[in-house]
Nanobody, 127 residues
Framework: QVQLVESGGGLVQAGGSLRLSCAAS????????MGWFRQAPGKERDFVAT????????YYADFVKGRFTISRDNAKNTVYLQMNSLKPEDTAVYYC????????????????????WGQGTQVTVSS
């Protein structure tokens, strides 16, 4: 079992930055692939970014490429999402997710590929 707790959301003006954090419980964080998703009101939960279990690669949705960066610190059991050049359309609840992965390289982009979810953190970007 893994428990995930997000933090770092808030209200920011367009063009600003936020850094989200997701702290995971447990001793096997390094065996989990991690992802960030977001859900705007009335919309489905969308993939934002993911980092596989162990090779340091990162993958992004097209709408955040060049603006967002996902990273992980296995020593701190934490995954981050640095968000720059924020736009009003980035407004959503952001969720981190985890799944145990036997592969060091596999990336996961679908919500049903993840087993554990945080409670979400609200990000609001004003114009």
């Amino acid at each position: 079992q893994v428990q995930l707790v997000e933090s770092g959301g808030g209200l920011v003006q367009a063009g600003g930055s936020l850094r989200l954090s997701c702290a995971a419980s447990g001793r096997t964080f390094s065996s989990y692939a991690m992802g960030w998703f977001r859900q705007a009101p009335g919309k489905e939960r969308d993939f934002v970014a993911t980092t596989p279990r162990g090779d340091g690669r990162t993958y992004y949705a097209d709408f955040v490429k060049g603006r967002f960066t996902i990273s992980r610190d296995n020593a701190k059991n934490t995954v981050y999402l640095q968000m720059n050049s924020l736009k009003p359309e980035d407004t959503a609840v952001y969720y981190c997710a985890a799944r145990q992965s036997s592969s060091y390289y596999a990336q996961y982009r679908a919500t049903d590929e993840y087993d554990y979810w945080g409670q979400g953190t609200q990000v609001t970007v004003s114009s």
